[in-house]
């Protein structure tokens, strides 16, 4: 039997991706850094200042700020993003999440976000789902970002079961790299890419019951 279900947030429960790449590509247009789709695959999953970091390389601009201006050009990029986020409403919940939780609540199993975004609280306040959840990592009380199974093991302390009854669901290869680390169960939430490593891949949660995982 799993006992705890832990979520990451974009490309899983809602997708902001979008407004995270309008963000990177305004910041990298007024550095003189050209973003484009495909480069920006590598900013999914991971922390807001290692994007910035791999952006800068991408430029060849890594030796060109001090760590104080590194920070400041990431405040900068996340007031944009969280201007954007003001558009997001529960209709933006991604096809079958808010069946998937009711039931998990429904069934008392408690659930749990693992996400490295700070913004993740206001995220689900938009999304109207805040209180389907139990806990929220908090990434600045993290030391190490994804693939490392940090973030896991830290979601399953906070929701009270051991990592190897729990869940995890990811949309990142990080992410599935994490989960599994962590000693959990993954399914991967994929459209297309592969994600190697997962125990089970689904499109939609319209594919899956929180009973039928909950029983694995």
């Known amino acids: 039997m799993k006992k705890g279900f832990v979520f990451d947030l974009d490309g899983v429960i809602t997708d902001t991706a979008k407004f995270h790449y309008i963000a990177w590509k305004e910041l990298g247009h007024e550095l003189g850094i050209e973003i484009d789709l495909q480069f920006n695959e590598q900013l999914k999953g991971i922390s807001r200042m290692d994007s910035l970091e791999r952006i800068l390389v991408h430029g060849g601009r890594e030796n060109d ?8 050009l990431a405040a900068k990029k996340n007031q944009h993003y ?4 003001q558009k997001l409403t529960p209709e933006d919940l991604l096809l079958g999440v808010k069946d998937f939780l009711d039931q998990a609540q ?3 199993i408690p659930c ?9 609280p206001f ?10 959840f139990d806990a929220i990592v908090d990434p600045a009380t993290l030391t190490k970002g994804k693939p490392d199974p940090e973030i896991f093991v830290k979601a399953c302390e906070l929701i009270h079961v051991a990592p190897g009854d729990a869940i995890g669901f990811e949309d990142a290869q990080a ?7 962590a000693g959990m169960y993954a399914v991967g939430v994929s459209t297309g890419e592969a ?4 125990d089970k891949i689904i499109t939609h949660f319209t ?8 029983e694995l």
């Open 112 to 120: 749990a976000i693992a996400s490295a975004s700070k913004n993740a």
């Open 65 to 72: 700020f001090t760590a104080e201006q590194k920070e400041e």
């Open 207 to 214: 594919e899956i019951t929180a009973k039928e995982l909950s």
């Open 123 to 132: 995220i689900l306040e938009k999304l109207g789902v805040i209180d389907e």
């Open 195 to 198: 994600l190697d490593g997962a």
């Open 106 to 108: 429904a069934l008392g």
């Open 82 to 85: 969280v201007t954007l986020l």
């Open 175 to 181: 992410g599935i790299q994490g989960i599994k680390g």
